[in-house]
């Protein structure tokens, strides 16, 4: 009985055989069978042979919970090398996520990438001070360079990196992720539509409290390696939010820095600083950071037809976007996608097509510079003039 069935199903006929109309949708097969491509609601992966390889320079915090994490739900890129002062955490790392043994390098043998032509850009994601040197290295290893913020910890150091990928003919881009996190793409757009008339006044505040007790903090309290505290840390995201939402360059700076004397935390690096911009426009900025209030990460443009409120702005998911008008407050609707699989996308398309990235090296530079102005202006009690690229006039 049974094998009558299974017989009678292998023999069904796989398609109704009848003639058809002229027009007529193609015949539906009734048994198991292949079926025409479907309309894709994605656009669909490069083949995995043609995605852009990545090595990751710097197992740390970041690396490994958002950065490496979010190949998978990238389009043109791909995760082949690790780079680790720790073996046994880069095999363990590699195995997790299908990196070749024979792609693990350490910091004394990293120069030998060049050798492995798998290796289109290398993602520096290591403490401040280190970013110069190994994005230099990776140029001259004939590779792109993705590099963390804040890029340096001094404008010299930003723009040999600069002159490094540019001499070896290759792209440079800061990982300034608000530049692809939806809800900021969508303000940005829409103050660029007009929406919200003409921008009067930018805040942003970035706070979160520091914890000794955790490895990826302790580098951040010391000065030679984090090249400042929560400003260059935390606060560069309010200072390049009041850019691009103003879309203008600060012409003046004026700054305010407190840090607790009797914490120990703060041996070295500075606690909170708020800090004022203004605009040619006549715009301004009123801006702060710390790493001691609560967790707050938030930006809002005050336009004369509309606000746009980011709060919270910058979180690695979960962000929110309203627009205020005059007939009260809505939330915009804003589809969630990976930020860092955008970002690193967006470097491998430039990659492939030769175009210049959205936040090359140059942009990185800027807010290098204006940081040293903030602390100067702090250091002056004074509004400072800037010059047109962000370093202090006169
Ligand atoms: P971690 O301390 O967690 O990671 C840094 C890694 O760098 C370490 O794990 C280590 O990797 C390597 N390293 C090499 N030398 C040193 C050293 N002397 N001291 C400490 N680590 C060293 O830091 P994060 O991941 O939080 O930050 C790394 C970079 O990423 C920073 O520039 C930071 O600003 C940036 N960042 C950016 C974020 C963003 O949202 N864009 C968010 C968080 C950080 P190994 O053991 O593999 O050698």
Not at 17 to 39: E, F, H, I, N, Q
Not at 101 to 116: G, Q, V, W
Not at 134 to 159: L, Q
Request: with cysteine; hydrophobic share 40%.
């Amino acid at each position: 009985m049974l094998g009558g069935a299974v017989g009678s199903l292998v023999a069904a006929p796989a398609v109704v055989t009848a003639a058809l109309a002229p027009g007529a949708p193609p015949p539906v097969p009734r048994g198991a069978a292949g079926r025409p491509m479907p309309k894709m609601e994605k656009e669909l992966p490069e083949p995995v042979g043609r995605k852009v390889g990545w090595a990751v320079v710097g197992l740390g915090q970041f690396a490994l919970n958002q950065i490496i994490p979010s190949f998978a739900a990238a389009k043109r890129s791909k995760l082949v090398a690790l780079v680790s002062g720790s073996r046994d955490k880069a095999e363990s790392v590699a195995e997790r996520y299908g990196v070749a043994r024979t792609h693990l390098y350490d910091y004394a043998a990293f120069d030998a990438i060049r050798d492995n032509p798998d290796i289109d850009v290398v993602y520096v994601i290591l403490p401040n001070a280190l970013h110069p040197e190994f994005s230099i290295r990776a140029s001259r290893a004939g590779k792109h360079v993705m590099c963390e913020k804040p890029m340096a910890n001094s404008p010299a150091e930003c723009e040999a990196m600069i002159a490094a990928a540019k001499g070896a003919g290759r792209k440079l881009m800061i990982g300034y992720r608000a530049h692809f996190e939806p809800h900021n793409v969508k303000a940005i757009a829409l103050r660029k539509s007009g929406e919200l008339g003409r921008v009067r006044l930018v805040t942003s505040d970035h706070h979160r409290h520091i914890d000794q007790s955790v490895p990826a903090d302790q580098w951040r309290l010391v000065k030679a390696l984090a090249g400042g505290g929560s400003l260059v840390d935390i606060g560069i995201y309010s200072l390049n939010a009041a850019r691009y939402m103003t879309g203008e360059e600060p012409v003046a700076v004026a700054a305010q820095v407190s840090t607790p004397a009797d914490d120990p935390r703060f041996r070295e690096v500075e606690d909170l600083v708020s800090f004022q911009l203004r605009f040619p426009s006549g715009a301004e900025a009123h801006l702060s950071s710390s790493y001691t209030a609560q967790n707050i990460k938030r930006i809002q443009a005050l336009g004369t037809k509309a606000s746009a409120v980011l709060d919270p702005a910058t979180e690695y998911e979960g962000n929110r976007l309203a627009l205020v008008t005059e007939t009260g407050r809505e939330k915009v609707k804003v589809e969630e996608a990976s930020q860092f699989a955008a970002e690193m996308d967006h470097l491998s398309e430039c990659v492939r097509n030769g175009a210049e990235p959205m936040t090359p090296g140059e942009e990185g530079l800027r807010d290098v510079r204006l940081i040293g102005a903030i602390y100067a202006a702090a250091e002056a009690r004074r509004w400072l003039d800037l010059n047109p690229d962000g370093s202090l006039a006169g």
